[in-house]
C-alpha cells in the first residue's frame, strides 16, 4: 500500500542528504586548504610554541566541541601535505613539530566544524531540494492546494534547522516531513468512544458514488460495532437501484443483523425513519443507513440525498470513497460536503492503492477525519485510520 508516496518521501530525504553531504565537503575543503597553506609556517616552530598558541586558541568546552574530540587528528590529506612540504626536515626537530601541527588543525577544525553545521540549509539549498517534490506529491494523488500546505510546512520546519554535531541529516528531514504531513490532519476522532456517549441509537447515514464500497463498509461496521458489544439495525435506504437490498440482506443474515427496507423505488428516508423507530423500540444502539450511490454532479439524486439527512438527522454522515480514485474521490468528497455535511470519510480499496495520497487530499480538503482505510473484502478488513500512524508508515 501507498508505495508511490513512500518512495517519493524517501527521495525528497536523500535529495536533501545530498544537498547537506555537498555542502559539508566544500566546507572541508577550504579547512584542508586553508590549513595547508599555513603549515610550512607552522612547521617551523617548536612544539613550545604551538602548545603556546593553541592554549591562547582554546575554545569554551561545549558539547559540540567535545563531539568533535574523538576525531582529534588532523585530516589525512593534511598529514600527507605536512608530510610532502616539509620532507627535507629530519630528525626529533621535525617530528616535535608535526604533533604541534596536527594540534593546532585539530583545533581549527573544530572551530570550522561548528560554524558550517550551524548553517544547516538557507533557502537556496531548500528551494533545490522542493524543487521536484511538488510534483511528486501530485503524481502520488495528493491534491494541488495540499501539495503546496505540505511544502510550505516542510520549508517552515527546515528553514534555520540547526543541526547538532553528529546528528542524522535524515532524521531532520524526517521529522520535518512528519510534522509537516501530520498538520495537513485534522483532529483525530475516535469512532467508537462517539458511539458509546452518543445518545442511543446512534444514526449513520453512509453516502457516496457508485460502487465504491458503501454497502460492504456498512457490513464491515456493523461487525466492528458488534464485536464491541454493540446493538445494531440496518436500513436498506438504497431503493434505488435493484438487487441492493438483498446484498445488505445477506450480509445482515451472515452477521445475524436485523435490516429494515421497503419495496424498489420507496422513499429512502421513510425506510431510515422506519429503522430509526424499530432501534428505538428494540433499544439497539446504532442505526446504519445505506443509501443508493449517486454522481455527486446529478443535481436531483443529490437534492434526494439532502432530504434523507434532513429528515432522520443523522448524528453522522460518513462520506465513502475509493482510495484509489484520486483526485476525483477529492472532488467528490467536497461536493457531497457541500450538499449535505458530511462528517467523517472512509477510503475503501486501499489494499489496491499504490498511490496514498488520496486520504491526505480528503482529509485536508473537507477538514474533516478519516476514519477507517478498507483493506479488503472480508468483514475485518476494515482499519482504523489514525494519522500518526498512516505518517509513520508512510516514513518508514
Ligand atoms: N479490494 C477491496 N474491495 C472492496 C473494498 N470495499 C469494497 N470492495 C468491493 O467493491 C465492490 C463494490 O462494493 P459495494 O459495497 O457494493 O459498493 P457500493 O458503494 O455499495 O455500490 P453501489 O451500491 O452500487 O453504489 C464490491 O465488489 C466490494 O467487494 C475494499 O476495501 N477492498
Ligand atoms: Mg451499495
Request: with cysteine; hydrophobic share 40%.
Amino acid at each position: 500500500m501507498f508505495e508511490r508516496l513512500k518512495a517519493k518521501l524517501k527521495k525528497f530525504t536523500e535529495k536533501v542528504e545530498s544537498i547537506v553531504r555537498k555542502k559539508e565537503e566544500q566546507a572541508k575543503a577550504e579547512v584542508v586548504e586553508e590549513a595547508a597553506e599555513e603549515t610550512p609556517k607552522i612547521a617551523e616552530k617548536t612544539q613550545e610554541t604551538v602548545r603556546e598558541e593553541e592554549k591562547a586558541e582554546e575554545l569554551p568546552a561545549t558539547a559540540a566541541v567535545s563531539a568533535l574530540e574523538e576525531r582529534e587528528a588532523a585530516p589525512p590529506a593534511v598529514e600527507k601535505k605536512v608530510k610532502r612540504r616539509r620532507g627535507r626536515k629530519e630528525g626529533e626537530e621535525a617530528e616535535k613539530a608535526e604533533v604541534g601541527v596536527k594540534r593546532k588543525l585539530g583545533v581549527k577544525e573544530k572551530l570550522k566544524a561548528v560554524f558550517k553545521l550551524e548553517a544547516f540549509l538557507d533557502e537556496r539549498d531548500l528551494d533545490a531540494a522542493l524543487s521536484d517534490f511538488e510534483e511528486d506529491l501530485l503524481e502520488s494523488d495528493v491534491a494541488l492546494p495540499v501539495a503546496e500546505a505540505i511544502i510550505s510546512n516542510v520549508k517552515e520546519a527546515l528553514l534555520g534547522k540547526r543541526r547538532k554535531i553528529g546528528e542524522n541529516v535524515s532524521k531532520i528531514v524526517l521529522e520535518a516531513l512528519k510534522e509537516a504531513l501530520l498538520n495537513v490532519f485534522p483532529e483525530g476522532f475516535d469512532f467508537e468512544e462517539f458511539v458509546r456517549v452518543r445518545e442511543k441509537p446512534v444514526k449513520i447515514v453512509f453516502v457516496g458514488v457508485n460502487g465504491t464500497g458503501k454497502t460492504t463498509t456498512i457490513a464491515k461496521i456493523a461487525y466492528f460495532l458488534k464485536e464491541r458489544g454493540f446493538s445494531v439495525v440496518l436500513a436498506s435506504a438504497d431503493t434505488y437501484r435493484t438487487g441492493a437490498v438483498e446484498q445488505l440482506e445477506k450480509h445482515a443474515d451472515a452477521l445475524n443483523i436485523k435490516v429494515i427496507k421497503h419495496r424498489y423505488g420507496a422513499d429512502p428516508a421513510a425506510v431510515v425513519y422506519d429503522a430509526v423507530k424499530y432501534a428505538e423500540a428494540h433499544k439497539k444502539d446504532v442505526v446504519l443507513a445505506d443509501t443508493a450511490g449517486r454522481m455527486h454532479t446529478n443535481v436531483n439524486l443529490m437534492e434526494q440525498l439532502r432530504k434523507i439527512c434532513r429528515v432522520t438527522r443523522p448524528d453522522l454522515v460518513i462520506f465513502v470513497d475509493e482510495a484509489i480514485a484520486g483526485n476525483d474521490a477529492v472532488e467528490r468528497a467536497r461536493i457531497f460536503d457541500e450538499y449535505v455535511g458530511i462528517d467523517a470519510s472512509i477510503l475503501t480499496k486501499a489494499d489496491m492503492d499504490v498511490k496514498g495520497g488520496s486520504a491526505i487530499s480528503i482529509a485536508y480538503i473537507t477538514s474533516k477525519p478519516i476514519l477507517f482505510l478498507g483493506t479488503g473484502q472480508k468483514y475485518g478488513d476494515l482499519v482504523k485510520f489514525d494519522p500518526k500512524e498512516f505518517v509513520e508508515r508512510i516514513l518508514a
